[in-house]
């Protein structure tokens, strides 16, 4: 006995980038991670929907356990890592505008 399934629930889903670490648009805000307030307990991690939050290299700091970073190039600014953060940890993760994030780090976020 065959079911006909109907899938047209999935239509909402966008599809994937053709090409990764590829955003198709500038998001509005990057998420920042204030390297002195993490803990580097690493909860945000698997709430970023692009992966893009990954820890700071065992070198940069010595110590047991380093904070996590963002990789800008890939954020979408869907601020969900901030909210995990601040809901469930210490508010190590702050949201900023795109334009301001270029100026302050003197860069040119991809979209």
Known sequence: MSKDYNYDHYKSVPDPAS???FKKKKPKLIAVVDEDNCT???VCVPF???DCIEPVPKEKYDIPIPPVQ???DECI???ICAKACTALTWDAIRMIKTEEF???YDTEVSG
């Open 19 to 21: 090409n990764v670490n």
């Open 70 to 72: 963002v990789r800008h």
């Open 48 to 50: 970023c929907p692009v």
């Open 102 to 104: 270029e100026e302050i």
């Open 40 to 42: 580097g307990c690493q």
């Open 77 to 79: 600014g869907c601020q």
